[in-house]
């Protein structure tokens, strides 16, 4: 029976295994899915938790309650990654496969950028984003900077979500006025990978509440004893709270198996996900993809949810149970407004004649939307 090791119970990990469950169940697979942690988080609940609509525990489930019954679950932490033994070692097993997924997501490098740990609220971190809930509402007056540090990183549209929240809250307190809100980011518009027009679209949504956005700014330093950041062009912010998207990259262990290249990330074929070593992909916010353009793929939640699936598909198909299906790069995130509303936008990355994409005005609808979406996924991967 082939050996399926799936490291990282996020997204993509979520769910190959439920899709491979059955294959257990028929016992035409062996399926161990290995997380650090012993509990699932929805990154998605952090822009409620900062919102003050979400409890720091909304969107949390128990590993022990995953919905595919036939998978082992594994809680231990991943020490290293042997491809030539074809084994995983954790700090109390070692695990051999015969196909390996590397879907543990990416780790953060705020040493990249000097000044940065010290200086900023990470977005990506339940107890930083309680702690920048915290600071916005005792803050009067000054200027609150919303930082992207580097490209690329996880769920692009993030950053804009949470100045849009940022600027609701002050407004909530009435000191908006007093409060400077600001986005800087290397990226040239908002979101790239969806094009001009959803770029032009949340742009204008920032505009409307009077935030400052600045594209094409690359952090250099910070200075926190001055609250000053340097970008590389040589021109300086001031802040009294920074809230940041810290620099992302593969995990350490994965780059020590020699797995990574020089992007920091796992590069991997776009449709199978199979990396230079055979039988063994990469998903999600660790692997290194490039779209047909050359572009770089985008990393978010809902592609890496597809990658999940065409991974599955791959692995069933290799193991003689139906054909491989092909990767569109579809999704749809909403982005939440601040407002009660969300923007739903929708990509299809691998459509005919390069990425196509299309953002819709903000409605409550769709911020409801947003809140099945959550349910819907925690629903099938979870039994409660």
């Avoid at 290995?34 to 590993?63: C, F, N, Q, W």
């Avoid at 919303?146 to 307190?173: H, Q, T, W």
């Avoid at 910070?222 to 940041?244: C, F, K, S």
């Avoid at 809140?371 to 099938?380: P, V, W, Y």
Wanted: aromatic letters at 6%; one cysteine or more; glycine letters at 8%.
């Amino acid at each position: 029976m082939q050996r399926v090791l799936v490291l990282g119970g996020g997204f993509a990990g979520l769910t190959i295994v439920n899709e491979l469950d059955s294959l257990a169940a028929a016992q035409k697979a062996e399926v161990t899915l290995v997380d650090r942690h012993d509990r699932y988080l929805m990154g998605l609940a952090l822009e409620g938790i900062l919102a003050g609509t979400r409890k720091p525990s909304d969107g949390e489930r128990s590993y022990a309650a995953l919905r595919p019954r036939h998978v082992r679950f594994v809680h231990d932490e991943v020490v290293s990654v042997d491809t030539r033994e074809k084994a995983v070692h954790t700090r109390s097993h070692t695990l051999p496969y015969d196909h390996l997924v590397l879907a543990m997501g990416a780790e953060y490098e705020p040493e990249r950028i000097p000044g940065l740990a010290e200086a900023s609220y990470h977005l990506c971190d339940r107890a930083a984003v309680l702690q920048l809930k915290a600071a916005v509402e005792r803050l009067d007056k000054g200027a609150v900077v919303v930082l992207v540090s580097s490209v690329p990183f996880k769920c692009p549209p993030a950053p804009y979500e949470y100045a849009f929240l940022i600027d609701s809250i002050l407004r909530r307190r009435a000191v908006r006025e007093k409060v400077r809100v600001m986005l800087t980011t290397p990226e040239p518009q908002p979101v790239p990978a969806a094009g001009k027009a959803v770029g032009d679209a949340i742009t204008a949504m920032l505009r409307e509440r009077w935030i400052d956005y600045g594209p094409g700014r690359r952090p250099k330093a910070i200075d926190p004893r001055t609250r000053t950041i340097t970008y590389e062009d040589g021109t300086t912010e001031t802040y009294d709270v920074l809230a940041a998207m810290w620099p992302h990259r593969a995990p350490q262990l994965l780059r020590e198996a020699g797995l990574a290249d020089a992007s920091g990330f796992v590069p991997a074929n776009l449709g199978t996900f199979e990396t230079a070593v055979p039988n063994v992909y990469a998903v999600g916010d660790a692997a290194a993809l490039q779209l047909p353009s050359g572009t770089p793929h985008p990393k978010a939640g809902v592609l890496a949810e597809a990658q999940g699936f065409a991974v599955a598909q791959v692995i069933a198909s290799r193991l003689h149970v139906g054909p491989a299906v092909e990767y569109r790069g579809q999704g749809i995130c909403f982005i939440d407004d601040g407002q009660g509303r969300a923007a739903a936008m929708e990509i299809e990355l691998m459509a005919p004649g390069g990425p196509r994409a299309s953002i819709k005005p903000p409605t409550k609808a769709d911020l409801d939307a947003k809140a099945t979406f959550e349910r819907e996924r925690l629903e099938k991967w979870f039994r409660d």
